[in-house]
């Protein structure tokens, strides 16, 4: 393969290309929108965004494969003076948000039928998603909050998109009051790192603090710990945790999914890049906090908390919001076991790869539940009893993307927990490989309970599958046939996840 | 005469525990927001005295940018808030629970 960018085949600033494809591809939509407001034609609509993502995804798949950023072909490239960075990891994450966002916009085809405001919803994914695709390139604290808002500000619109609907209203206004909290939060905690570095670039603030300059170790201290809490908040770990089942349960299936899956892996690239970049360990240990260990205790909370209030649920749609902050916490132990690990880039690497099989398996669960509520189907677990004798295909996909989300050797979630596994024992993190295992066999226990229903509780007779609509099905097949083929050919991944991760270290 | 750097971080504390307390005891969305203005205004404090205090202009020009982000918080959240209202006739965020919280 030539490398592009730095063989001067391509210009630097091509390196951007799969989130300019993102924000294009949104100002296509709102043109769209303004020579035909009234339309009802979704299928131009979601057409015209699933080639946007599909490009993204395609495009960063083509510099990843290509070795754009990574250390072979010249290192990380480094954009607008070094505001922005693409790299290995970031182009990892943005391929990521792409495939989950064309996934969304297919199911929505189908989901949002006869809905007003179509245009508007699509290019709100779309920026969102360019935010998202920022947050992963984004190599300062001043790119990473505007980033950050620009991805949050298009969600809490999307979470209230049903505007008539009680639940989704709720929802909204949740999910947007935690949300400004947090952001102010976050951007007090940046504006406190500033006043005891006087730099937002992460390296630059790294090079201050490892010199000794730094004004006041306190307050750097308490800038750090609220920068967690920004970034907690964007991946629905503990503490800032409880918008999370509100914000899934009311909000549009499909968004539900875009924001479980994607929203929480563009904060973890944040995180990834702020703390190993900005905070790296070696310098911040013994100068101000060592976040090693909060990072380990909110995995550990997160984990149990997310799985144990995911055992007691009885909607589904809810199961599943528990369920992803239970897998916040599993992708948290990368960062957790950073201090004490033999092998960093392969810890965080495990991290890396856990989000995106988690991208597939979690968004076509959450578009399982879009198609069940599109056939009218009830929200607990008893509604969805007997579904698999008239919806064997998707009841099949379904089935796969459970275990998978469980962590059995039937998708590509195996063999990420596995990993996540293997780091946690290779850093001798005893407490964090326990609370992994005890609550992936835990989750076992709830998963297992849509799975009998759907294939061995008798059908109550109450409903009739009427359509099979054809948007909805081929993003639920096209994620497990993907969720699938991950186990198989996780190689690959696996390999570019620890040569990403490597550049960080 | 430079105002010692220590009373500016004291202001900002102070301000953005004004906003927490709001955030924390009242139930009305609009005071909500207001509210959450205060917190990223006493971010901005901290931006602009440090910028001065160190001698570059990083810390002015992004607080310009949290000022243009707070107007499209509040752009987005006064949306939020109006169809709050069209669905609950209330703007008390207490009483908008058709979902367990």
């Given at each position: 393969m030539i490398p592009l960018q730095s063989a001067d085949v391509l210009p630097?600033?091509?390196?951007?290309?799969?989130?300019?494809?993102?924000?294009?591809?949104?100002?296509?939509?709102?043109?769209?929108?303004?020579?035909?407001?009234?339309?009802?034609?979704?299928?131009l609509l979601?057409?015209?965004s699933t080639i946007g993502a599909l490009a993204s995804a395609g495009i960063s798949g083509w510099f990843l494969v290509a070795g754009t950023g990574m250390s072979r072909t010249g290192g990380a490239i480094e954009l607008f003076g070094g505001q922005l960075v693409v790299d290995g990891m970031a182009l990892f994450f943005m391929f990521v948000f792409a495939s989950?966002?064309?996934?969304?916009?297919?199911?929505?085809?189908?989901?949002?039928?006869?809905?007003?405001?179509?245009?508007?919803?699509?290019?709100?994914?779309?920026?969102?998603?360019?935010?998202?695709?920022?947050?992963?390139?984004?190599?300062?604290?001043?790119?990473?909050?505007?980033?950050?808002?620009?991805?949050?500000?298009?969600?809490?619109?999307?979470?209230?998109?049903?505007?008539?609907?009680?639940?989704?209203?709720?929802?909204?206004?949740?999910?947007?009051?935690?949300?400004?909290?947090?952001?102010?939060?976050?951007?007090?905690?940046?504006?406190?790192?500033?006043?005891?570095?006087?730099?937002?670039?992460?390296?630059?603030?790294?090079?201050?603090?490892?010199s000794g300059e730094a004004?006041?170790?306190?307050?750097?201290?308490?800038?750090?710990?609220?920068?967690?809490?920004?970034?907690?908040?964007?991946?629905?770990?503990?503490?800032?945790?409880?918008?999370?089942?509100?914000a899934y349960e009311g909000a549009p299936a499909p968004v539900s999914g875009f924001l479980s899956s994607a929203s929480k892996a563009a904060g973890f690239v944040l995180a990834f890049r702020i703390f190993t970049v900005a905070f790296p360990?070696?310098?911040?240990?013994?100068?101000?906090?060592?976040?090693?260990?909060?990072?380990?205790?909110?995995?550990?909370?997160?984990m149990t908390l997310g799985n144990f209030a995911a055992a007691t649920q009885d909607t589904v749609k809810r199961m599943l919001a528990y369920s992803s902050i239970g897998h916040a916490g599993y992708a948290l132990i990368g960062l957790a076991v950073l201090s004490g690990a033999a092998d960093q880039s392969f810890a965080l690497g495990a991290s890396m790869m856990h989000l995106l099989v988690y991208g597939f398996m979690n968004t076509g669960a959450f578009l399982f539940v879009a198609l069940?509520?599109?056939?009218?189907?009830?929200?607990?677990?008893e509604d969805y009893n007997g579904l698999a004798t008239q919806a064997p295909i998707a009841c099949t996909a379904m089935t796969v993307f459970l275990f998978s989300l469980a962590g059995l050797p039937i998708g590509g979630g195996f063999w990420s927990k596995y990993f996540l596994l293997v780091a946690a024992t290779g850093a001798s993190a005893w407490l964090l490989a326990a609370a992994l295992i005890v609550n992936s066999a835990l989750s076992l226990f709830y998963y297992s309970r849509v799975v009998?229903?759907?294939?061995?509780?008798?059908?109550?007779?109450?409903?009739?599958?009427?359509?099979?609509?054809?948007?909805?099905?081929?993003a639920v097949i096209t994620a497990g046939v993907m969720t699938f083929l991950l186990l198989v050919g996780f190689g690959p991944v696996s390999a570019t996840a620890t040569d990403a991760a490597a550049m960080l270290f | 005469m430079a105002v010692p750097a220590e009373y500016y971080l004291v202001?900002?504390?102070?301000?953005?525990?004004?906003?927490?307390?709001?955030?924390?005891?009242?139930?009305?969305?609009?005071?909500?927001?207001?509210?959450?203005?205060?917190?990223?205004?006493?971010?901005?404090?901290?931006?602009?005295?440090f910028s001065f205090q160190w001698g570059n202009l990083t810390g002015q020009v992004f607080s310009l940018f949290t000022m243009a982000l707070a107007a499209a918080e509040v752009a987005v959240g006064i949306g939020i808030i109006l169809v709050l209202y069209r669905n609950f006739e209330d703007l008390d965020v207490t009483k908008a629970t058709t979902m367990r919280w």
């Amino acid at each position: 393969m030539i490398p592009l960018q730095s063989a001067d085949v391509l210009p630097q600033w091509t390196a951007l290309a799969p989130a300019l494809a993102l924000a294009t591809t949104a100002l296509v939509l709102f043109v769209i929108d303004s020579i035909d407001p009234d339309s009802m034609d979704s299928g131009l609509l979601a057409g015209v965004s699933t080639i946007g993502a599909l490009a993204s995804a395609g495009i960063s798949g083509w510099f990843l494969v290509a070795g754009t950023g990574m250390s072979r072909t010249g290192g990380a490239i480094e954009l607008f003076g070094g505001q922005l960075v693409v790299d290995g990891m970031a182009l990892f994450f943005m391929f990521v948000f792409a495939s989950v966002l064309a996934l969304v916009t297919v199911a929505s085809y189908d989901y949002l039928e006869g809905q007003p405001h179509q245009a508007e919803y699509y290019s709100l994914m779309l920026l969102a998603t360019t935010g998202m695709a920022l947050m992963a390139s984004a190599n300062s604290l001043a790119t990473a909050f505007v980033s950050l808002e620009l991805a949050s500000l298009p969600s809490f619109a999307l979470v209230a998109f049903l505007k008539n609907n009680r639940g989704s209203v709720e929802a909204g206004l949740k999910y947007f009051l935690i949300g400004a909290l947090s952001s102010s939060v976050f951007v007090y905690g940046i504006s406190l790192v500033y006043a005891a570095t006087g730099r937002l670039q992460l390296a630059a603030i790294a090079d201050v603090i490892a010199s000794g300059e730094a004004l006041d170790p306190g307050v750097l201290g308490v800038g750090i710990l609220m920068i967690v809490g920004g970034v907690a908040y964007k991946t629905a770990s503990v503490p800032f945790h409880f918008w999370a089942p509100e914000a899934y349960e009311g909000a549009p299936a499909p968004v539900s999914g875009f924001l479980s899956s994607a929203s929480k892996a563009a904060g973890f690239v944040l995180a990834f890049r702020i703390f190993t970049v900005a905070f790296p360990l070696d310098v911040i240990t013994g100068v101000a906090v060592d976040w090693g260990v909060a990072f380990t205790a909110l995995a550990v909370l997160t984990m149990t908390l997310g799985n144990f209030a995911a055992a007691t649920q009885d909607t589904v749609k809810r199961m599943l919001a528990y369920s992803s902050i239970g897998h916040a916490g599993y992708a948290l132990i990368g960062l957790a076991v950073l201090s004490g690990a033999a092998d960093q880039s392969f810890a965080l690497g495990a991290s890396m790869m856990h989000l995106l099989v988690y991208g597939f398996m979690n968004t076509g669960a959450f578009l399982f539940v879009a198609l069940a509520e599109y056939w009218g189907v009830g929200r607990t677990f008893e509604d969805y009893n007997g579904l698999a004798t008239q919806a064997p295909i998707a009841c099949t996909a379904m089935t796969v993307f459970l275990f998978s989300l469980a962590g059995l050797p039937i998708g590509g979630g195996f063999w990420s927990k596995y990993f996540l596994l293997v780091a946690a024992t290779g850093a001798s993190a005893w407490l964090l490989a326990a609370a992994l295992i005890v609550n992936s066999a835990l989750s076992l226990f709830y998963y297992s309970r849509v799975v009998k229903a759907m294939w061995i509780e008798e059908p109550d007779g109450s409903f009739e599958v009427s359509s099979y609509p054809t948007g909805l099905y081929a993003a639920v097949i096209t994620a497990g046939v993907m969720t699938f083929l991950l186990l198989v050919g996780f190689g690959p991944v696996s390999a570019t996840a620890t040569d990403a991760a490597a550049m960080l270290f | 005469m430079a105002v010692p750097a220590e009373y500016y971080l004291v202001l900002s504390a102070g301000l953005f525990c004004v906003g927490l307390f709001g955030i924390l005891t009242r139930r009305n969305a609009l005071i909500f927001l207001m509210s959450v203005e205060l917190m990223l205004n006493a971010a901005n404090i901290n931006l602009v005295a440090f910028s001065f205090q160190w001698g570059n202009l990083t810390g002015q020009v992004f607080s310009l940018f949290t000022m243009a982000l707070a107007a499209a918080e509040v752009a987005v959240g006064i949306g939020i808030i109006l169809v709050l209202y069209r669905n609950f006739e209330d703007l008390d965020v207490t009483k908008a629970t058709t979902m367990r919280w």
